[in-house]
Nanobody, 127 residues
Framework: QVQLVESGGGLVPAGGSLRLSCTASGRSLRTYVMGWFRQTPGKEREFVAAISWSSSSTDYGDFVKGRFTIARDIAKNTMYLQMNSLKPEDTAVYYC????????????????????WGQGTQVTVSP
């Protein structure tokens, strides 16, 4: 059974950067679509970024506006989210998730499209 573990969260001042990692164990995610979502208390999980199984396609939430970059390292079975120019409104718990791609480069932005999730990592951006 696959397990996803996020890391890299923390407390940073506004304008700072963080790199989140999501490492999978128990299964290769080479053929899976992977995504990042975030959630704050009382709100629904929000799409942040996703990357296709081949890494040829990526998509980002509208609020990202060039600040974040998603990437994956197949050899390490790990996905990354580089977050720059962080804002206090980026404060949230960030989750990684995956779903089968069936070798399509389609990108999925709805949380319900994903099959498995990590436990999340807290990102806090101070004013």
């Amino acid at each position: 059974q696959v397990q996803l573990v996020e890391s890299g969260g923390g407390l940073v001042p506004a304008g700072g950067s963080l790199r989140l990692s999501c490492t999978a164990s128990g299964r290769s995610l080479r053929t899976y679509v992977m995504g990042w979502f975030r959630q704050t208390p009382g709100k629904e999980r929000e799409f942040v970024a996703a990357i296709s199984w081949s890494s040829s396609s990526t998509d980002y939430g509208d609020f990202v506006k060039g600040r974040f970059t998603i990437a994956r390292d197949i050899a390490k079975n790990t996905m990354y989210l580089q977050m720059n120019s962080l804002k206090p409104e980026d404060t949230a718990v960030y989750y990684c998730a995956f779903r089968p791609s069936y070798y399509s480069d389609s990108i999925y932005t709805a949380a319900n499209d994903y099959r498995a999730w990590g436990q999340g990592t807290q990102v806090t951006v101070s004013p």
